[in-house]
């Protein structure tokens, strides 16, 4: 494998399933769309961080950490899995949360994924700036070296773009993966849809399919960031991946697609396409999306097959990063009203 020269902490489910979405492709009239269920992968009820904290815990061991350190939102999925991942293997974990999204109901921040962090007894700090990656990183180091003092060995898993990605390497690991499921099934596919938020799945996804010679385009719905911002953070970081498994070169601008018509209002804010979505995929399939991330993204799926960007006689895989504990979060989505 690409990734064989780091360590790593076994805590997925891995292959995930390769299914094929019949009823919401016909109801679409447009490709066959098909889900690589990355909300499969375990731990504390999957999605796409298990696979990112399989490297940031084999580095944290390696490195005889015995605490884990990590900041995302009130509804965060990586927070959740997180603490699970500490849960499983022993290790003490604290976890800080961010106010990032306004104006929600009282369940946004009692339900969902909050109410696993509590009942997993993690130590949660706040940290009341929303959009400051650097201050939250920043955070962490303070209390880790607070840790310090107190003889524990704790490890930050950072959030802030400049960091080594060490979570990406689940996804070229991925990619290696999908790449086989499509062999066995005789299978051409003609684009991958995914959220792309930190650009961690997005980044390694991207360089594991180049660096096995895959020219499969993927197509990012941005769920933090406008497209410029985004575009440039996708490609920082796939670059580092590259060189981090000794592929450099492999990226370049052409490689990178990313479209934030479905981010407005914001981020984890709902609008009208996203609800839609949400409704449409699970009446069709019985499969669940959330508000943050992968509703946002079928979203934008939907747009491209309705505009014709996709043709009939194509076949496109959707990458379901997980994420339904947040749909307890937001109860409007039931009656359509925004508060």
Request: with cysteine; charged share 25%; hydrophobic share 35%.
């Amino acid at each position: 494998m690409l990734t064989d020269k780091y360590p790593r902490a076994q805590l997925s489910h891995t292959p995930t399933p390769l299914e094929i979405l019949n009823n919401l492709s016909k109801k679409l009239g447009g490709p066959k769309i098909w889900v690589k269920r990355d909300d499969c992968t375990g731990l504390a009820m999957g999605g796409n961080k298990t696979r990112q904290l399989e490297y940031y815990i084999g580095d944290a061991l390696s490195k005889g950490a015995d605490t884990l350190l990590t900041t995302g939102a009130v509804q965060s999925n990586h927070v959740r899995m997180t603490i699970a991942a500490a849960r499983k293997l022993g290790l003490d974990v604290e976890v800080q949360l961010e106010e990032r999204v306004d104006g929600r109901q009282p369940e946004y921040h009692t339900s969902g994924n909050p109410y696993l962090m509590k009942l997993m007894g993690a130590k949660i700090h706040h940290y009341p700036v929303g959009e400051d990656e650097e201050g939250a990183d920043n955070a962490l180091h303070v209390r880790a070296k607070e840790l310090r003092k107190t003889g524990k060995k704790p490890y930050v898993i950072p959030l802030s773009g400049n960091q080594i990605p060490y979570g990406s390497l689940g996804y070229v690991d991925c990619a290696e993966e999908l790449l086989l499921q499509l062999k066995n099934l005789s299978l051409n596919i003609d684009g991958i849809v995914l959220p792309t938020g930190s650009a961690t799945t997005h980044a390694g996804l991207l360089c594991g399919l180049r660096a096995l010679g895959s020219d499969i385009p993927i197509y990012g719905f941005c769920v933090r960031r406008d497209q410029k911002a985004q575009a440039e953070r996708v490609l920082s970081k796939a670059i580092k991946v590259a060189e981090m498994i000794d592929r450099p070169g492999i990226i370049s601008n052409n490689d990178i697609w990313v479209d934030d018509r479905m981010l407005s209002p914001g981020y984890g804010q709902l609008n009208d396409e996203l609800l839609e979505a949400i409704r449409l995929t699970a009446f069709c399939e019985g499969l669940l999306l959330d508000p943050t991330y992968t509703g946002k993204s079928m979203a934008g799926l939907i747009h491209l097959i309705t505009t014709g960007h996709f043709r009939p006689d194509q076949n496109i895989v959707f990458l379901h990063t997980g994420g339904a504990p947040a749909l307890f979060g937001y109860p409007e989505i039931l009656d359509g009203e925004e508060n």
